[in-house]
Structure formats: structure tokens, C-alpha cells
């Protein structure tokens, strides 16, 4: 037997293998290591898929080539990659043996009290497997290779794995054809050294950095002259219909021409931004669905496949997607825009659901993120969110906040059965009678909020501060948009209602604010799919009040 730290020391990334089979009882034990390796909440989330067959090899070999060439790209150093070019990880078909490591995201459909903090605990448990497969291996005196550089999306499709079977990546097993100086490759070709120690450093004081207070917003935007709003009525007036009878268009068009301050508005590159986070409270049972699905939701927007991603192509309007608070680690795209404060938010049935400085964070993020979109030329925005849970977040705030009793501020969400709705009732009533904080709007925040409502608040007072118009979605939207008039009353002018929702307590938000929403379709969705539905009626708004002819330049007579 090999001294332990013989083995830590051995080289890893072992590239290239001898035909040898590898022997059942070699992989029973390495196998064995990987299952008393460290599994959070005694979950037993890790899997192994073993590959013999020479056609899947072949095709997850094709899959890195294909994925390599990316790889390769992405140093701009000419030698470096062409060095890269040259290694063309022949172990993929070489290696005897093809282990897959994967970790079962369907065990946090039931609470796993090791997965609060971060349900990428999962995933750590994994990583602990696989280490603990190549000591044994390398202890018998085989090896295993990690290749990671693959398309995991096409990776699992090819390998016919469930969504809920995430892999870490596929492992090259067998005896290894040399130990390469017992050096990494990297090491090798004088890519990189490893360092030769490892970083340490002892922390001893708490951070006490104190953040600005970014919650404020600027003073109003200065008044539109009374002379333009009647020269703007006229002009609605002055079409060819009777007065009035566009109905909402006719208000619609009002309100734009009056937020842009011009007789001739346009609407300049449409945004809808979904912010995305996790709760505490969903791990009490509130919603029909795992708090995982909100993950799931995620990765659909960004592959194009939620609802909101199909009204947005329909209708012309660029889709931001926003991490504000999920528990999970998304690998770092282009896509994604990353303002994440903490993996969900505590349950506030507890203690607060965030800090001080979170609250404050989340307001400083969702500005600069729709600051950004401002910059790039966008008037007009829109705000959708995703959470599982944050009907109950919203349903809470919306009656600290105005004061309505919880009962008449709970709705079902999405799938919530007449049981589990009742359930939710008294967990809500439960939480609001536990509070005993101070009745500032920031304290009540803090102790109640969900990361991706807050996150749209400032996002919206950033939205009005850019002289942006402002499309709300639904219940949960509008209960953000509750936060920000709270916050500047003058937000008021450029917010568009965009559909009143099937949630009961939406309906009397929208009466408790005094507005009037576009469209009444029963919508129970969120993601901003409201917005995007309505769009082209504010489109049709813009559209009339432009083109069509007055009775003058028609030459119809006026009665």
C-alpha cells in the first residue's frame, strides 16, 4: 500500500492508458471509497454510470472535440494554443473503462437540512466521490482522468440522463500508460506551475465597511408644462374618432407622450427584465412545487424556452435574465446576469429573511442593472420575476406594508390546492404575528423581503430616474412596484399596469394603488409574461397617436 501522502502527490490528469481491462473488484472498491465519501444530509445524492461500450465512447469523444475547439479559443496566447491543440485527450476511446459521476438534484424535493446555506452542497458531496475514487484507484495502481470540457447540455442528452441527474463531468479509468514525470500536464508544458504552497491567511476582525445608503432616491422629475399637456389632449382629441373612443389607448398614448415630453413618442429598444432568488419560507411547505423548479425555470429562460422567452421573440423585446438570489451556482455566462446577494433568503417565519446591508445591496444592484439598459437606449422596460415562494413573500409585504389583512393578501400562487392555501394562510399569519421589529418601511423589508422583489424595486426607481416607462407585471410585480411608490410617489406617472392577475390580492393592490390594468386574462404566471403580452397595445397607443390622420389633414368635418 502506497503512503497516503504518496499518493496526494502522484500526478492526476493521467491522459494516457494501457488497454488493460480494469478489474471488477478494482472498480468495486474505488466505487465503495466514492460511497463513504462525505454526502450532505445523508442524502446519498451521488451516482456512477459506468461506460464499456466503444459507440458511446466514440460519441462523448466526438462531443469534446467539438466543444475542445471553444476550449483552445479562449487563450489569446498563439503558442499556448497551439500547444492546446495538440493534445487531443485520445484516453476518451483509450481508457478501458468510462465512469460518469453524477449527483441527483430530485433529493431537494425534500428538505435536506445540510442544503440552507447552499443546496450546491449536493454537488460538493460529489466532488468529495470522486476524490475519494481516485485515491483507491491510485492506490491499486490505476488511475482516472477528469474531462470537463464538454457541453453538459448535449453531454446528458447523449447519455439519455433524467434533467434531474446533473454529471460533473466523464472520467477516463484504467491503468495508466506512464506517470509523465509525475507532473501535470499544464506543468509539463510550461503553462502554468503550481504553486508551491498553498494560500493561507487568518482573518481576526469582523468586516465593518459601512455601505452608502443607495435606498433614497432623487427628488421628482421636474413637472410637464401645462401648455404641453393640452397641446398633447388636443392632438388626441383632434384624431379622426369621436373623443374617447379608443378608450385605454387614448390614456395610454396620454401618459407616453406626456413621460417622453413629445407630441411624436417612441418606443426605443422594449426590455423585460426576470429577476430570479430563492426564499426560506418555500421550505415550509407554502408552494406546490420544490424550491429546486426555480433553477429549473432559470436554465429555460436562458435556452429559450419559458413563455416569456416566446412573447418576447413575438413581440420584438429584448429578455434580461437576472440571478438575484438562487440557491444554486450558475456557471458564468453571458446571458446571466449575475447580482446574486445570498443563495434564497432565510425564513422569515424565524427571524429576518435578510440583513441591513443585503436590503441595501439588493436596491444598489436592481439600479445598476436597469441603469445599464438605460444607457444602451431603452425607454421602455419591464419587470418579471421568478421565485418559488414569493406569493407568500409578496402576500406578506403587500399587508405590512399596506395594512390589509393577510387572509385578503394570500392567493394560491401557482398549483396551490384549497388545503395547502389554508396551510399557507396560517404559516403567514403565524410569521407577521412574530415580528416585533419597528414600523419603518426598510425595517419591515428587511425582515419580510424576497432578494428578487427588492431587487426590482430599485430597479424600477432607477427606471423612473432614466425617465423610463415602467410595464408591471403581476401580483408579485406590482407588489415591488407597491415598495417603490412607497419609496417616490412620483413613479406613479410612468407605470403601465399591464394585466390584472387571477391572484385575489391583486385585485385589491391594484384598487389600493388606484390604477387600472390593461388586461384582465387570468394569467398566474409571473416572469414577466404580463408585460409582454401587453406590449403591443401600448405599441398600438404609440402607433395611433403618430399616424393617424386628424380631422383637418383628412379634411372630415369635425361635429
Given at each position: 500500500?502506497?503512503?497516503?501522502?504518496?499518493?496526494?502527490?502522484?500526478?492526476?490528469?493521467?491522459?494516457?492508458?494501457?488497454?488493460?481491462?480494469?478489474?471488477?473488484?478494482?472498480?468495486?472498491?474505488?466505487?465503495?471509497?466514492?460511497?463513504?465519501?462525505?454526502?450532505?444530509?445523508?442524502?446519498?445524492?451521488?451516482?456512477?454510470?459506468?461506460?464499456?461500450?466503444?459507440?458511446i465512447k466514440k460519441a462523448v469523444k466526438e462531443l469534446f472535440l467539438e466543444y475542445d475547439e471553444k476550449a483552445a479559443n479562449q487563450t489569446d496566447n498563439l503558442y499556448q494554443r497551439k500547444q492546446y491543440q495538440n493534445?487531443?485527450?485520445?484516453?476518451?476511446?483509450?481508457?478501458?473503462?468510462?465512469?460518469?459521476?453524477?449527483?441527483?438534484?430530485?433529493?431537494?424535493?425534500?428538505?435536506?437540512?445540510?442544503?440552507?446555506?447552499?443546496?450546491?452542497?449536493?454537488?460538493?458531496?460529489?466532488?468529495?466521490?470522486?476524490?475519494?475514487?481516485?485515491?483507491?484507484?491510485?492506490?491499486?495502481?490505476?488511475?482516472?482522468?477528469?474531462?470537463?470540457?464538454?457541453?453538459?447540455?448535449?453531454?446528458?442528452?447523449?447519455?439519455?440522463?433524467?434533467?434531474?441527474?446533473?454529471?460533473?463531468?466523464?472520467?477516463?479509468?484504467?491503468?495508466?500508460?506512464?506517470?509523465?514525470?509525475?507532473?501535470?500536464?499544464?506543468?509539463?508544458?510550461?503553462?502554468?506551475?503550481?504553486?508551491?504552497?498553498?494560500?493561507?491567511?487568518?482573518?481576526?476582525?469582523?468586516?465593518?465597511?459601512?455601505?452608502?445608503?443607495?435606498?433614497?432616491?432623487?427628488?421628482?422629475?421636474?413637472?410637464?408644462?401645462?401648455?404641453?399637456?393640452?397641446?398633447?389632449?388636443?392632438?388626441?382629441?383632434?384624431?379622426?374618432?369621436?373623443?374617447?373612443?379608443?378608450?385605454?389607448?387614448?390614456?395610454?398614448?396620454?401618459?407616453?407622450?406626456?413621460?417622453?415630453?413629445?407630441?411624436?413618442?417612441?418606443?426605443?429598444?422594449?426590455?423585460?427584465?426576470?429577476?430570479?432568488?430563492?426564499?426560506?419560507?418555500?421550505?415550509?411547505?407554502?408552494?406546490?412545487?420544490?424550491?429546486?423548479?426555480?433553477?429549473?425555470?432559470?436554465?429555460?429562460?436562458?435556452?429559450?424556452?419559458?413563455?416569456?422567452?416566446?412573447?418576447?421573440?413575438?413581440?420584438?423585446?429584448?429578455?434580461?435574465?437576472?440571478?438575484?438570489?438562487?440557491?444554486?451556482?450558475?456557471?458564468?455566462?453571458?446571458?446571466?446576469?449575475?447580482?446574486?446577494?445570498?443563495?434564497?433568503?432565510?425564513?422569515?417565519?424565524?427571524?429576518?429573511?435578510?440583513?441591513?446591508?443585503?436590503?441595501?445591496?439588493?436596491?444598489?444592484?436592481?439600479?445598476?442593472?436597469?441603469?445599464?439598459?438605460?444607457?444602451?437606449?431603452?425607454?421602455?422596460?419591464?419587470?418579471?420575476?421568478?421565485?418559488?415562494?414569493?406569493?407568500?413573500?409578496?402576500?406578506?409585504?403587500?399587508?405590512?406594508?399596506?395594512?390589509?389583512?393577510?387572509?385578503?393578501?394570500?392567493?394560491?400562487?401557482?398549483?396551490?390546492?384549497?388545503?395547502?392555501?389554508?396551510?399557507?394562510?396560517?404559516?403567514?399569519?403565524?410569521?407577521?404575528?412574530?415580528?416585533?421589529?419597528?414600523?419603518?418601511?426598510?425595517?419591515?423589508?428587511?425582515?419580510?423581503?424576497?432578494?428578487?422583489?427588492?431587487?426590482?424595486?430599485?430597479?424600477?426607481?432607477?427606471?423612473?430616474?432614466?425617465?423610463?416607462?415602467?410595464?408591471?407585471?403581476?401580483?408579485?410585480?406590482?407588489?415591488?412596484?407597491?415598495?417603490?411608490?412607497?419609496?417616490?410617489?412620483?413613479?406613479?406617472?410612468?407605470?403601465?399596469?399591464?394585466?390584472?392577475?387571477?391572484?385575489?390580492?391583486?385585485?385589491?393592490?391594484?384598487?389600493?394603488?388606484?390604477?387600472?390594468?390593461?388586461?384582465?386574462?387570468?394569467?398566474?404566471?409571473?416572469?414577466?409574461?404580463?408585460?409582454?403580452?401587453?406590449?403591443?397595445?401600448?405599441?398600438?397607443?404609440?402607433?395611433?397617436?403618430?399616424?393617424?390622420?386628424?380631422?383637418?389633414?383628412?379634411?372630415?368635418?369635425?361635429?
Amino acid at each position: 500500500m502506497k503512503d497516503l501522502y504518496e499518493i496526494l502527490q502522484s500526478r492526476r490528469d493521467t491522459r494516457h492508458f494501457t488497454s488493460e481491462a480494469v478489474p471488477e473488484q478494482v472498480i468495486q472498491k474505488a466505487l465503495l471509497a466514492g460511497h463513504w465519501a462525505p454526502s450532505v444530509g445523508l442524502t446519498d445524492a451521488t451516482k456512477y454510470y459506468l461506460i464499456t461500450s466503444d459507440e458511446i465512447k466514440k460519441a462523448v469523444k466526438e462531443l469534446f472535440l467539438e466543444y475542445d475547439e471553444k476550449a483552445a479559443n479562449q487563450t489569446d496566447n498563439l503558442y499556448q494554443r497551439k500547444q492546446y491543440q495538440n493534445l487531443k485527450l485520445e484516453a476518451i476511446e483509450e481508457a478501458p473503462l468510462g465512469l460518469v459521476i453524477c449527483y441527483d438534484r430530485s433529493v431537494l424535493n425534500n428538505f435536506t437540512i445540510g442544503t440552507v446555506g447552499s443546496n450546491e452542497a449536493i454537488k460538493f458531496s460529489a466532488v468529495c466521490a470522486a476524490q475519494n475514487i481516485w485515491l483507491s484507484l491510485t492506490e491499486q495502481g490505476y488511475s482516472m482522468g477528469w474531462v470537463s470540457i464538454l457541453n453538459y447540455y448535449q453531454f446528458k442528452k447523449l447519455l439519455g440522463l433524467p434533467e434531474h441527474i446533473e454529471p460533473l463531468g466523464y472520467f477516463c479509468v484504467g491503468k495508466p500508460a506512464t506517470n509523465y514525470n509525475n507532473q501535470p500536464m499544464l506543468q509539463q508544458l510550461q503553462w502554468k506551475q503550481k504553486s508551491e504552497k498553498p494560500f493561507v491567511e487568518e482573518i481576526s476582525m469582523l468586516n465593518k465597511t459601512e455601505t452608502g445608503n443607495n435606498s433614497e432616491v432623487e427628488s421628482a422629475l421636474e413637472n410637464v408644462s401645462a401648455e404641453f399637456e393640452a397641446a398633447l389632449q388636443h392632438k388626441i382629441d383632434h384624431k379622426t374618432k369621436p373623443t374617447g373612443a379608443l378608450g385605454i389607448l387614448e390614456v395610454l398614448a396620454k401618459q407616453i407622450g406626456t413621460v417622453f415630453k413629445t407630441l411624436e413618442p417612441k418606443i426605443l429598444q422594449p426590455n423585460i427584465v426576470v429577476f430570479a432568488a430563492d426564499h426560506g419560507i418555500a421550505n415550509h411547505g407554502v408552494s406546490a412545487y420544490p424550491q429546486d423548479v426555480t433553477r429549473q425555470m432559470v436554465a429555460n429562460f436562458l435556452e429559450g424556452g419559458a413563455a416569456i422567452n416566446v412573447f418576447c421573440r413575438q413581440n420584438n423585446i429584448q429578455l434580461s435574465v437576472v440571478d438575484s438570489g438562487v440557491n444554486y451556482d450558475f456557471a458564468p455566462i453571458s446571458n446571466l446576469i449575475a447580482a446574486k446577494i445570498d443563495r434564497g433568503t432565510k425564513s422569515f417565519l424565524q427571524g429576518p429573511a435578510m440583513s441591513k446591508e443585503q436590503l441595501e445591496l439588493c436596491f444598489e444592484k436592481g439600479s445598476e442593472i436597469v441603469s445599464v439598459i438605460a444607457q444602451k437606449g431603452s425607454n421602455c422596460i419591464g419587470f418579471g420575476e421568478m421565485g418559488i415562494g414569493n406569493t407568500s413573500t409578496a402576500s406578506v409585504l403587500m399587508s405590512v406594508i399596506t395594512g390589509i389583512p393577510i387572509e385578503d393578501c394570500v392567493g394560491k400562487g401557482t398549483g396551490v390546492n384549497d388545503e395547502k392555501l389554508r396551510f399557507k394562510n396560517e404559516i403567514l399569519r403565524k410569521a407577521i404575528d412574530s415580528y416585533d421589529g419597528n414600523d419603518s418601511l426598510d425595517e419591515k423589508l428587511a425582515y419580510f423581503g424576497g432578494f428578487e422583489i427588492l431587487q426590482m424595486a430599485g430597479g424600477m426607481l432607477e427606471a423612473y430616474k432614466n425617465n423610463m416607462l415602467i410595464l408591471v407585471d403581476g401580483f408579485i410585480c406590482s407588489v415591488a412596484f407597491l415598495i417603490a411608490f412607497k419609496k417616490n410617489p412620483n413613479i406613479m406617472k410612468n407605470a403601465v399596469f399591464s394585466h390584472q392577475s387571477a391572484e385575489q390580492a391583486h385585485v385589491k393592490l391594484l384598487n389600493y394603488l388606484n390604477v387600472k390594468a390593461i388586461l384582465q386574462l387570468d394569467l398566474r404566471l409571473g416572469e414577466g409574461t404580463g408585460c409582454a403580452v401587453a406590449f403591443p397595445i401600448v405599441q398600438s397607443a404609440v402607433a395611433f397617436l403618430n399616424e393617424m390622420a386628424s380631422f383637418e389633414s383628412a379634411g372630415v368635418s369635425n361635429k
